[in-house]
């Protein structure tokens, strides 16, 4: 008969967007800018860092965070992958896409190319041969499948709009999602 | 800044609120026993392919039916052009106009704009056909009864665009003849009760130390059927002892298939003769109506406030206030209640506290204008 089990499914959601990005790239500069925007459209948004002091593990608070987010934005910087957090989080934004409420994940690529997310090329090619010296090689691969689905989401790419395309369509892979957890 | 960026970013916050609309549907907190259902449904529908997919499911009332549904359906719904849930079709009226007003919510949930008035049924499958055949939709048709409410909706496959998906759930798997996949919902296990019910009863997925041999009792009379599972469990909440004794001893004579019988014994164990009322009131009245609504009404009547009868309603989980503030309730609560009202005077509407429906308000007024002008002749 406890009470704080209850508040643990909070099923709708605590935030409205969850926002994952690489702090060294974005921090003070488009994150900022679209965080403030986010907030003063009365947008109740999570800011995680990946630069904040703590250890390797996703903290439990953070991932309840993620997991009650009913979007996840994630910013795709040149410098997204060199992150071993912002992976790890990746990894858990996209567990929590099958949730039953359903969370969506927003990728937006700034300053990237959509595919260079999706197989792993340009900065994050040298961001991968660093961590395929140094981590597991099953962790590996889980950061690869991350970028590989969440590079094929339907997102934004702020190159697209300087081309004056304002859109990256992709709706099918949207919800061709996986149940591979 | 760059003028790119902030033009940029207008268009995300445009992503994000247009994502944040409540598309999604409330689904209680705790599901018990459908996660491999629900995968299963989500990974045929999900699959990338050309054809119009269709699935059924099927099982008996309160199994949980529209709860898979809706879990399915918020997981699909912001891939496609459009997307429509047609909620309790069973419960439109069986005139023609129930089948119009059935087709002007699907087209205008889809096409998301108001659509020209149209009278006949036949009018209504022609614009489907013509405006939805070339769209990729998500449709739900929940609690299907009849052949002719699904012939209205979507006669023929190809009504609706490449890629489409349909979801059609029914008690009676004979209307899902043309499906695709049909899937049928069994009971939860013992374990899987154990937990549904302990969620409810103890806000805990397992029961209290000294409640387990209790728990078993209550879990075993449910049947597996979740709706009861959930109503018996509420109905438990913070009782002694004492309490559940009572109310197992009642579940001990009710018949194992008299599952309305066995919502009764939360409706009786209502305290207080307000707190009835007000669910006779919401069962005969005012499902589907606006929560301030309905305590406007009812605070009218019983001269109080009557939020506080609500939440005590929606904490014993016989209503259900869903995401735009309207007030819902399970059929079979629903039918439970009127079932209540109606045994007063089984042969005589006239003399029973409510009538809902029209033909019993009909046929009382005709007999009074009788029994009136027999007294003035």
């Known amino acids: 008969m406890t009470e704080p089990e209850s508040?643990?499914?909070?099923?709708?959601?605590?935030?409205?967007?969850?926002?994952?990005?690489?702090?060294?790239?974005?921090?003070?500069?488009?994150?900022?800018?679209?965080?403030?925007?986010?907030?003063?459209?009365?947008?109740?948004?999570?800011?995680?860092?990946?630069?904040?002091?703590?250890?390797?593990?996703?903290?439990?608070?953070?991932?309840?965070?993620?997991?009650?987010?009913?979007?996840?934005?994630?910013?795709?910087?040149?410098?997204?992958?060199?992150?071993?957090?912002?992976?790890?989080?990746l990894v858990e934004i996209l567990k929590c896409k099958n949730r039953k409420t359903g969370q969506i994940v927003l990728p937006i690529f700034y300053d990237i190319d959509p595919s260079d997310v999706r197989k792993q090329n340009g900065s994050f090619a040298e961001a991968f041969v660093k961590h395929e010296e140094r981590s597991e090689e099953k962790l590996v691969k889980e950061w690869r499948k991350a970028l590989e689905e969440a590079g094929n989401l339907s997102g934004r790419n702020l190159n697209d709009m300087a081309n004056g395309y304002a859109f990256f369509p992709n709706l099918w892979s949207q919800y061709t999602l996986h149940f591979s957890m | 800044m760059s003028r790119h960026e902030a033009k940029f970013i207008k268009e995300i916050i445009k992503d994000v609120l247009n994502k944040l609309d409540p598309k999604y549907l409330y689904v209680p907190e705790h599901l018990v026993?459908?996660?491999?259902?629900?995968?299963?449904?989500?990974?045929?529908?999900?699959?990338?392919?050309?054809?119009?997919?269709?699935?059924?499911?099927?099982?008996?009332?309160?199994?949980?039916?529209?709860?898979?549904?809706?879990?399915?359906?918020?997981?699909?719904?912001?891939?496609?052009?459009?997307?429509?849930?047609?909620s309790n079709i069973n419960e439109?009226?069986?005139?023609?106009?129930?089948?119009?007003?059935?087709?002007?919510?699907?087209?205008?949930?889809?096409?998301?704009?108001?659509?020209?008035?149209?009278?006949?049924?036949?009018?209504?499958?022609?614009?489907?056909?013509?405006?939805?055949?070339?769209?990729?939709?998500?449709?739900?048709?929940?609690?299907?009864?009849?052949?002719?409410?699904?012939?209205?909706?979507?006669?023929?496959?190809?009504?609706?665009?490449?890629?489409?998906?349909?979801?059609?759930?029914?008690?009676?798997?004979?209307?899902?003849?043309?499906?695709?996949?049909?899937?049928?919902?069994?009971?939860?296990?013992?374990?899987?009760?154990?937990?549904?019910?302990?969620?409810?009863?103890?806000?805990?997925?397992?029961?209290?130390?000294?409640?387990?041999?209790?728990?078993?009792?209550?879990?075993?009379?449910?049947?597996?059927?979740?709706?009861?599972?959930?109503?018996?469990?509420?109905?438990?909440?913070?009782?002694?002892?004492?309490?559940?004794?009572?109310?197992?001893?009642?579940?001990?004579?009710?018949?194992?298939?008299?599952?309305?019988?066995?919502?009764?014994i939360s409706y009786d164990s209502l305290d207080g003769e307000e707190l009835r009322n007000a669910f006779l009131d919401i069962a005969c009245f005012f499902i589907d109506r606006k929560k301030r609504y309905v305590a406007k009404v009812l605070g009218a009547r019983c001269g109080y406030n009557p939020e506080v009868d609500l939440e005590t309603l929606r904490g014993r989980s016989l209503i259900k206030v869903n995401a735009i503030g309207k007030i819902t309730m399970h059929d079979l609560l629903r039918d439970m209640g009127r079932e209540v009202v109606r045994e007063t005077y089984p042969k005589e509407p006239g003399k029973r506290t409510r009538i809902w429906n029209q033909e019993d308000a009909w046929n009382v007024l005709e007999q009074q204008k009788v029994r009136k002008s027999a007294m003035h002749t």
């Not at chain 1, 409205?16 to 690489?22: E, K, N, P, T």
């Not at chain 2, 099927?58 to 047609?86: D, R, W």
């Not at chain 2, 614009?127 to 006669?155: H, Y």
């Not at chain 2, 899987?192 to 209290?208: C, D, E, N, R, V």
């Open chain 2, 92 to 264: 439109t009226p069986k005139k023609l106009t129930g089948l119009v007003r059935l087709q002007t919510q699907l087209l205008r949930d889809i096409l998301k704009q108001d659509v020209a008035n149209f009278e006949c049924v036949d009018r209504g499958k022609v614009l489907i056909n013509e405006r939805l055949r070339r769209k990729r939709v998500l449709f739900v048709a929940d609690d299907v009864a009849r052949q002719d409410q699904l012939n209205a909706l979507m006669g023929e496959r190809s009504w609706f665009g490449p890629g489409s998906r349909v979801i059609i759930t029914t008690r009676d798997s004979n209307l899902l003849r043309k499906a695709d996949q049909t899937y049928q919902i069994e009971e939860l296990t013992r374990d899987q009760s154990l937990q549904l019910f302990s969620w409810h009863a103890f806000k805990h997925s397992k029961p209290a130390e000294d409640y387990i041999e209790l728990s078993k009792d209550v879990v075993d009379y449910c049947g597996g059927l979740p709706l009861a599972l959930e109503v018996m469990g509420a109905c438990l909440y913070g009782k002694n002892r004492g309490g559940w004794k009572s109310v197992i001893d009642k579940l001990r004579r009710i018949p194992n298939h008299d599952i309305q019988g066995k919502l009764r």
């Open chain 1, 7 to 89: 508040s643990r499914s909070i099923s709708l959601g605590a935030y409205d967007v969850f926002l994952s990005f690489r702090g060294e790239d974005t921090r003070k500069t488009f994150t900022d800018h679209l965080y403030t925007a986010l907030v003063q459209a009365g947008i109740h948004t999570f800011r995680d860092d990946d630069e904040l002091p703590r250890g390797e593990e996703i903290s439990d608070h953070l991932l309840r965070a993620v997991q009650e987010s009913k979007i996840s934005i994630v910013v795709f910087s040149k410098g997204y992958a060199s992150s071993r957090w912002c992976l790890n989080e």
């Open chain 2, 33 to 86: 026993g459908m996660d491999r259902l629900a995968h299963n449904i989500f990974d045929f529908l999900s699959t990338a392919t050309d054809d119009v997919r269709i699935v059924g499911i099927h099982g008996m009332p309160g199994i949980g039916k529209t709860t898979i549904a809706k879990v399915v359906f918020n997981q699909l719904c912001y891939g496609f052009e459009g997307s429509c849930f047609l």
